[in-house]
């Protein structure tokens, strides 16, 4: 069956600019998490969700990061007035249940000039 | 915080083992895993191991843990180019959330022809 997908694949903006980034998590599954991973390093913990709910957020680095997930399904992880800093690979997984193996999608990269 | 360390790089010829090497700070630590990644695609589950276990084999691999020194191992036998990946150690547990995983700074193999 399909993957974890994530569009866009990448992504060029601008310093100061707003971008949204898509995750389709697996068919079924209840819980979706977001990542990022910066060059050079492992993947970073984001925010979780289990439904439509964010279980933890504890992970979003400021204010500027926000994610939604309104029907349980997909979810959007939005940045907002992006800074250098914010250049990054940023995963998405999901999982049936949260304590069972999540499945990570192939990341969009993000490259704010 | 927590913390795993990895090291970076690895080179081995075609046909050799491979020993790729991991150590964490947290002892709470339930689960244990091991991903592949390769470049431009998500990440791979490789195999895990509970806490409670020292030993797991899967076909090529062999993941050791020592939970008193904290130190995870995982060994591909007959390492083939097609193994040729950064591979990352990650746990989940009690202090970091079972649904939240702590990832390594992962390692380079590169197999030799």
């Known amino acids: 069956g399909a993957g974890v997908s994530q569009t866009p694949s990448n992504k060029v903006t601008e310093k100061g600019k707003y971008v949204e980034l898509r995750c389709d998590p697996i068919s079924g599954h209840t819980a979706l998490y977001w990542y990022r991973q910066s060059l050079g390093q492992g993947p970073e913990f984001l925010i979780y969700f289990q439904g439509t709910g964010a279980a933890d957020d504890s992970g979003l680095p400021n204010d500027r990061f926000f994610a939604v997930r309104p029907e349980g399904s997909v979810s959007t992880l939005k940045i907002q007035r992006t800074e250098r800093g914010d250049s990054a690979v940023y995963l998405c997984?999901?999982?049936?249940?949260?304590?069972?193996?999540?499945?990570f999608g192939p990341g969009t990269r993000l490259t704010v000039l | 915080g927590e913390d795993v360390e990895q090291s970076l790089f690895l080179s081995v010829r075609e046909g050799d083992s491979s020993v790729i090497n991991c150590t964490y700070t947290d002892s709470s630590s339930t689960y244990l895993y091991w991903y592949k990644q390769e470049p431009g695609a998500g990440l791979q589950l490789l195999t895990y191991i509970f806490s409670n276990m020292d030993m797991k084999q899967d076909q090529r691999l062999t993941v050791l843990l020592n939970k008193k020194d904290k130190h995870l191992s995982l060994r591909i036998a007959d390492t083939q180019t097609g193994d040729s990946a950064i591979y990352f150690c990650?746990?989940?547990?009690?202090?970091?959330?079972?649904?939240?995983?702590?990832f390594g700074t992962g390692t380079r193999l590169k197999v030799l022809a």
């Open positions: 997984a999901s999982s049936t249940a949260v304590n069972n193996e999540q499945f």
């Open positions: 990650a746990f989940s547990g009690a202090t970091s959330g079972t649904y939240k995983y702590i």
